[in-house]
């Protein structure tokens, strides 16, 4: 938080679910930030890009704050790659976002939910069918992440896969119709 607080302009959070959500939340107004909870529909522009939030939505009630209704945006438009953002969502909740969200058509770029964990829906990525899947895990992490499990889905479906833990930061970017990625290894 002391990293960013004092430098962003919005903050679109997710249901808080402990006190320590608040105070962080608290921290980033104080910065200077407009908070604001995601709700599905929620829309915006950076730059000359367009996002919305997918996730969480109304129906979604069932689950408890955390990663079940980490935010979920699309984003498209301004030379900016037509990219969705899957938080940490667990296998349950992509099935619902799938039924709800109306998602449609393919994604040039995914970020894999919950750092590729072995809790994923293999039909969501099938229906997304990205280029590029990118999956933010640290090195040597307890939980091994990313899982077998779903590095062969990406695999099957044809998605170019980027790993953090192996390739550093992962940029992605649209030039001239097509998709341009850097890594720092």
Known sequence: VAAVQGRVGTVVH??????????TLDRLADGGAAVTLAVSG?????GAAEWKVLWPQRGAAAFQPGNDLSVIVEIEGGDVPRSLF????????Q?????????RGAFDVVKVAHHGSADQDAGLY???????????????????H???EILATLQLIGAHVLRTDLQGRVIV?????????WTDR
């Open 126 to 144: 099938e229906a997304l069918r990205p280029v590029a899947a990118i999956i933010s895990v640290g090195a040597g992490n307890d939980y091994g």
């Open 42 to 46: 929620l829309r915006g522009e950076l």
């Open 14 to 23: 997710g249901p808080v679910g402990a006190d320590a959500d608040d105070r």
């Open 86 to 93: 899957l938080g940490d969502l667990s296998a349950e909740a």
């Open 95 to 103: 099935r619902m976002l799938m039924r709800t969200a109306h998602i």
């Open 146 to 148: 990313p899982r077998d």
């Open 173 to 181: 970017a649209e030039r001239e119709g097509e998709l341009q990625v």
